[in-house]
């Protein structure tokens, strides 16, 4: 009897988790206040809110004026050429390919966000254009292809990949609007590709439609949510069939592990696609090889700001390798999607690693200027060749607009905007969820439809701790909240209004049911300890949370004027170099004293804008000692000597060096090696 009490106990327990890994947790079966998977779709356990419904607080909001009042707000001005009113998506005979698409898909976020009428207005007659340029079949946008010029993508006019971008800008314009002309026009550019992909597959016209198709299945899904046709499903399968197969290859593991075989921002934005069908073929093998792909990808090419080598093709894990700007928005885009999907809580925490740390380091403060690659262990911002397997004239880590390639100038803008999208969620049984941490405040329909604002009062990432403030048009309203809690705290504490209400461990997502009532307050703590990490050559990262602490050094900046080619990179770009040694190892403590040698200090009044080497809200001491012989080789700091080294050469004096946030810096040391007892003073 105890046998069968026990068995049936962990049968339900068992019955429990698959139920929340498959999204199938008990209750109704779909949001009944906002567009959810419809079936034979997978039910996500985490369902988009419309654009607008969450909005930045704090240095989140200041992050999203810098933009707007940055290259975001001003890239018609600032690069004419390409953004100016003879681009192809405005029916002019310039760029006709993906670069436009990448900016209003930024653009239109960030000014439905701020509920900005002046960058609204800027999107509006690309928007116009392109529901204006459909044919009785279909078809949309650019058809006609001009010859070269340099500078601007003219040919290629009518390939799937850029319609992919414009699916999107779509969505984010009808999430805002409700305008349902949006609606009959996909549903007719569906139909066409319904007919026409069988002919002219995804790679017709380029390869990069056949690595990206699942930007395009997932504008498919969202269209079948809204309308139900059943047609749109059998598109999902031909466009799933077109696709580059991720999910083979990742689980097979050569395409990572062998190196050099993928391009690096397709690996960004195609690691999703797994996730994306699975909503369709409910077969969790998709999910499993997104796993792989992501333990693979950091253990073969990983940096510890949550990116990996790729400059081009995806590299080693070298920590002088680039990492380019478009993979970091990209991989961002793909978790935001794999969160929802999943809800499973190392998906969130990789993301918030990435927004975290990569993001704010590879653009300037003022949102102008950015790096094509960025560097992990980055120590000399200049224009001269590294060890990338290409070199764009030497300007590829300097910050400017057209350095490097202008991808990123185009790209860059959706990180912040479509991360603020996804701090919270609704979920199917009418609740809400903060998933990822940030100031922000969230309304939304809650429970049997009371109006519900939730401000959520923090510094995170720089605080340990989050106030979640409920206020309601009733005095009160039931639904479920559900909270994440990283996998990095072993353990947290949840108050309500002052009572302690539980204690959970990481690595889940709890779930607290009842009573809301007007003025309730919800207080998290997510305390984390210093973890030192492995990397390239036994180095460690050393990590508090979600953020990545690398050695300061201090940074002079230099204006360059362009003289040599303005035309190609730009008329004046940034270069950085190191006003202070960076060649520190760590000195090797053991793991259980770690807290005694590292002090944590933090600011008690932390500036509005924190992503600076000034403004940095948190710092750390630890001791160190220079190698001299570890110097810049190539324009980078050298090859990163073996951690821990017998009898290697250190410098006499121990020496405390200060810590910043990654995100913070422009110039770091993140992967140290660390020097040992059996190292040889010099
Ligand atoms: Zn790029």
Known sequence: MKTCTMMC??????????????????????????VANREPLNENPFVLLPLGSVKA?????????????????????????????????????????????????????????????????????????????????????????YPNMPGVQRNNSA????????????????????????????????????????????????????????????????LYNITGDKFLLELAETIHEQTFDYTGRFLETGLIRNLENIHCVNLAQGIKEPAIYYQQSRDYKYIESIKQAFADIKKYSGQPQGMFGGDEALRNNIPTNGVELCSVVELMFSLE????????????????????NALPAQVTDDFMERQYFQQANQVNVTREDRNFSLNHGGTDICFGLLTGYPCCTSNMHQGWPLYVQNLWYATPDG?????????????????????????????????????????????????????????????????????????????QVINIEREWNNNDLVELSIPADIQLNRWHENSVSVDLGSINFVLKIEEEWKKVINTRDPEVFGSHY????????????????????????????????????????????????????????????????????????WGQKVGEEEETITLIPYGCSTLRISEFLRVGRYSVME
């Not at 106990?9 to 906002?34: F, Q």
């Not at 999607?337 to 990435?354: K, M, Q, S, Y």
């Not at 403590?589 to 807290?595: F, L, Q, R």
């Open 9 to 34: 106990l962990v049968l339900l327990l068992l019955a429990s988790c698959a139920a929340w890994i498959s999204g199938k947790e008990p209750g109704p079966d779909t949001n009944p206040h906002y």
């Open 57 to 145: 607080e704090g240095w989140l909001h200041e992050m999203l004026i810098r933009q707007k009042n940055g290259a975001t707000g001003q890239l018609d001005k600032l690069y004419p050429l390409v953004m100016g009113e003879n681009n192809g998506w405005l029916g002019g005979d310039g760029d006709q390919w993906e670069r436009g698409p990448y900016w209003i898909h930024g653009l239109i976020t960030l000014a439905y966000l701020l509920e900005d009428q002046e960058l609204i207005n800027k999107t509006t007659p690309w928007v116009e254009w392109i529901l204006g340029s459909q044919k009785p079949n279909g078809y949309f946008g650019p058809d006609k292809d």
């Open 159 to 222: 390939d799937w990949w850029p319609r992919m971008v414009v699916l999107k800008i779509l969505q984010q314009y009808y999430s805002a609007t409700g305008d349902a002309r949006v609606i009959d026009f996909m549903r007719n550019y569906f139909r066409y590709q319904l007919e026409t992909l069988p002919g002219t597959p995804l790679d017709n016209w380029t390869f990069w439609a056949r690595y990206r198709g699942g930007d395009n299945l997932m504008a498919v899904y969202w």
């Open 337 to 356: 999607n794999i969160v929802a999907i999943t809800g499973e809580v190392p998906f969130a925490d990789h993301l918030e690693r990435i927004a975290y």
């Open 431 to 507: 609740g809400l969820a903060a998933v990822l941490f940030a100031p922000s405040r969230v309304t939304a329909r809650a429970g049997e439809g009371t109006e519900v604002t939730i401000t959520e009062d923090t510094n995170y990432p720089f605080e340990e701790n989050i106030r979640f403030h409920f206020s309601m048009d009733g005095s009160s309203a039931s639904f479920p909240f559900r909270l994440r809690i990283p996998e990095w705290c072993s353990t947290a504490t949840v108050t309500i209004n002052g009572e302690v209400y539980s204690k959970p461990s990481g690595n």
């Open 574 to 645: 940034h270069e950085v170099t190191a006003a202070s040694p960076w060649n520190y190892g760590l000195v090797d403590v053991p793991e259980d004293e770690i807290k005694n040698h590292y002090r944590i200090i933090r600011e008690t009044d932390p500036a509005s804008f924190p992503w600076n080497p000034e403004n940095a809200p948190v710092r750390i001491e630890a001791k160190a000692r220079k190698i001299n012989d570890w110097k810049l080789y190539y324009g980078s700091a050298g090859p990163l000597p073996y951690s821990i080294q």
